[in-house]
């Protein structure tokens, strides 16, 4: 692969779509780029669970007739996706990353995927997750262990690895995520890319999850651009989900500044234990804030450890409602972790459940003055930059700071925002660890305010310019 190539693989959404346009790119050109790079380092990445590079050529070629006049171009018309195998595909196999469903095909598309295929984005690829996409790190029984691209010793994150894997190694130019408990930003913040949990009812859910509140579809991409490009085709009512919002919102590719606004900052939510380099990046992107006229100020959030079990309550719960009826045929060819989930959850009650709804209002009464009195609030995404690619979840041993943690998502500061779903978030990376992983930081904005998370965001970005930097793989 030339340089000029691979400088193909690493254009934006918006980039691709504006040289489409004056001609001097064909959608043909760029998806034999990503192509190609997809065949050089998938070996290495294992970031793909099935791949349509043949149907997906014969698609670029359709879309470069209609830029050359034979069409009208649609929104994302030409633009390489990549479909994370945890989203229905109608008639393609979706195993969710699971020996259970290893040759199912579903007889629906998700909504949200649906809209990108109806807006000219052309799927090239699907994408690894962790079996029933439970895990902060992309390693199952059915397609193995998705490292970061960035350093192969640790995990591209989860459970939306495999996406963020690929867009950050050139393999796609888009890529969707499911976020649950931060399945978008941990690997968004891990690879080094930029990952947006929308609020609730924003996006449309799928038919396996109605009315879940903790779960959201969102892109997976390489600027602030890209993610108002997606959300602009994926956002919207539909007729599938009741809770989603009758308004749309049109958000900017190219938001004003934000002189002068006001962010609270908080570097653990009021009990995370968090790495030191993590804190490093995270003063240094506060700094940058207070930098571009910014008041930006410390402020206690007041959260504690209960969050971290009302989350794995809740989503137990949902876990087993979902899957809980596989274990008597599919116990023991199944993560032994999912397993171990999936019998907690069958064993809550329906009152501990409710329970998990009157944390919830405790924690939106201490978030909600903070985000009356501040435009946003900033925290880091991550604890640690990542954990390693075949991480235990279970592991007794797991420590930050020298002090025990819980392996499953103590690790994560994004769970916490699944509870309180109607904040928009957004994590943006802010640098390298010193082993060279990235790190990243969450955008929190107030309940439905995306267009302010967008406009925070887009104004880091231009003042720590990320995109250019590329991983060693």
Not at 20 to 35: C, D, G, K, Y
Not at 46 to 53: C, E, G, H, S
Not at 264 to 285: C, H, I, K
Not at 328 to 340: A, G, I, L, S, T
Request: glycine share 8%.
């Amino acid at each position: 692969m030339t340089d000029a190539d691979l400088d193909l693989c690493y254009l934006t959404g918006t980039e691709a779509l504006e040289r489409f346009r004056n001609r001097s790119l064909s959608p043909v050109e760029l998806m034999e780029a990503v192509i190609a790079r997809a065949e050089a380092v998938n070996p290495q990445l294992n970031a793909v669970t099935y791949d349509f590079y043949e149907r997906a050529r014969t698609q670029a070629r359709k879309a470069e007739a209609r830029y050359m006049g034979d069409g009208r171009p649609r929104a994302l018309e030409g633009l390489p996706v990549a479909i994370k195998d945890f989203h229905p595909v109608k008639g393609e196999i979706t195993t969710f990353g699971s020996k259970i469903f290893e040759d199912f095909r579903p007889d629906y598309t998700a909504p949200t995927v649906d809209r990108l295929f109806r807006a000219g984005a052309i799927m090239h690829l699907r994408t690894t997750t962790p079996e029933f996409a439970y895990s902060g790190a992309t390693h199952s029984p059915l397609w193995g262990i998705t490292p970061n691209p960035w350093n192969l010793t640790y995990t591209s994150g989860g459970s939306s690895g495999g996406a963020a894997a690929a867009v950050a190694a050139g393999m796609t130019t888009l890529a969707d995520g499911t976020d649950g408990g931060g399945s978008i930003r941990i690997p968004s913040s891990a690879c080094g890319v930029v990952g947006y949990k929308p609020p609730f009812g924003r996006n449309p859910l799928d038919r396996d999850h109605p009315l879940e509140t903790i779960l959201h579809y969102g892109p997976i991409v390489r600027s602030v651009a890209d993610a108002a490009l997606m959300q602009n085709v994926m956002s919207g009512p539909h007729p599938e989900d009741l809770c989603t919002l009758p308004q749309r919102v049109r958000l900017p590719l190219d938001p004003k500044g934000i002189n002068g606004w006001k962010i609270a900052f908080s570097m653990d939510l009021g009990y995370v234990e968090v790495d030191p380099e993590v804190q490093e990046n995270t003063r240094a992107a506060a700094a940058t804030l207070r930098e571009m006229g910014c008041q930006v100020d410390e402020v206690d959030l007041g959260w504690n450890w209960g969050v971290l079990d009302t989350w794995m309550t809740h989503w137990e719960g949902l876990f087993a409602a979902v899957a809980g009826d596989f274990l008597p045929r599919w116990r023991y060819e199944m993560d032994p972790y999912v397993v171990r989930l999936l019998e907690n959850g069958l064993g809550h009650s329906a009152s501990r459940l409710y329970r998990c709804n009157l944390f919830r209002g405790e924690m939106w009464r201490k978030l909600q003055p903070i985000l009356r009195q501040y435009n946003a609030l900033v925290c880091p995404t991550l604890a640690v930059p990542a954990v390693k690619a075949d991480h235990n979840d279970a592991d007794p041993d797991f420590q930050i700071n020298g002090k025990p943690i819980q392996a499953y998502v103590g690790w994560v500061m994004t769970h916490g925002f699944n509870l309180v779903s109607q904040c928009p978030v957004m994590s943006v990376p802010t640098g390298l660890s010193s082993f060279g992983i990235p790190t990243g930081m969450q955008i929190v904005g107030r309940p439905f305010d995306d267009p302010s998370v967008f406009r925070i965001a887009a104004a880091f970005e231009r003042a720590k310019p990320w995109r250019d930097q590329r991983p060693p793989i």
